[in-house]
C-alpha cells in the first residue's frame, strides 16, 4: 500500500492550484465536478503523489488551528525535497512567507510554509 492522495478545500482552486504548480513542481491533470455540487476540483500531482483541490460555492472556514498538534485532524503536507535549504532560498526569493530551515529530529532539514488558504506544508530533506 501507499498514499495515493490528499484532498484540500481552498476558497479560490484556480490561485491555490497554480501555486502548487509554480512552487513547488505539481502538474495538472484533471478537473472534476458532480451533479449537485456547487463548485469542482483540480487534480494536481507530484510523482505519484495527487492533491485533490475542491472550491465550492457553499465552503465554510475550518476550526481548527492546524499549528497545533494536540487537536485531531490534519496537520500538513510534507514533501519530500533534494535540499531544503535550496529550495527554502528559491521560495523566499519569490516573495513566499517560509520558515527558516530547521535541523531535523526524523530527517536532516525541515522549515514549513503555508499555501494561499494558511495550509501548512513541510519541506523535508532525509538524512543520507
Same mark, same amino acid.
Given at each position: ?10 476558497? +479560490? ?12 513542481g ?13 463548485g ?14 475542491f ?9 481548527? +488551528? ?5 487537536v ?19 521560495l ?6 517560509i +520558515? ?11 522549515c514549513?510554509?503555508r499555501?494561499? +488558504?494558511?495550509?501548512p ?8
Amino acid at each position: 500500500m501507499r498514499v495515493h492522495h490528499i484532498a484540500i478545500t481552498a476558497r +479560490d482552486s484556480e490561485r491555490s492550484a497554480r501555486f502548487y504548480k509554480e512552487n513547488l513542481g505539481f502538474r495538472e491533470i484533471h478537473r472534476f465536478t458532480k451533479p449537485g455540487w456547487d463548485g469542482g476540483a483540480i487534480v494536481l500531482v507530484l510523482g505519484t503523489f495527487q492533491l485533490e483541490i475542491f472550491q465550492f460555492k457553499s465552503s465554510t472556514k475550518g476550526k481548527d +488551528d492546524l499549528s497545533d498538534f494536540k487537536v485531531t485532524g490534519l496537520k500538513h503536507i510534507g514533501i519530500r525535497v533534494g535540499s531544503v535549504h535550496r529550495k527554502y532560498k528559491e521560495l523566499k526569493g519569490k516573495g513566499i512567507d517560509i +520558515d527558516a530551515p530547521v535541523k531535523g529530529t526524523t530527517c536532516a532539514w525541515f522549515c514549513f510554509l503555508r499555501d494561499t +488558504d494558511g495550509i501548512p506544508i513541510e519541506l523535508y530533506e532525509p538524512r543520507k
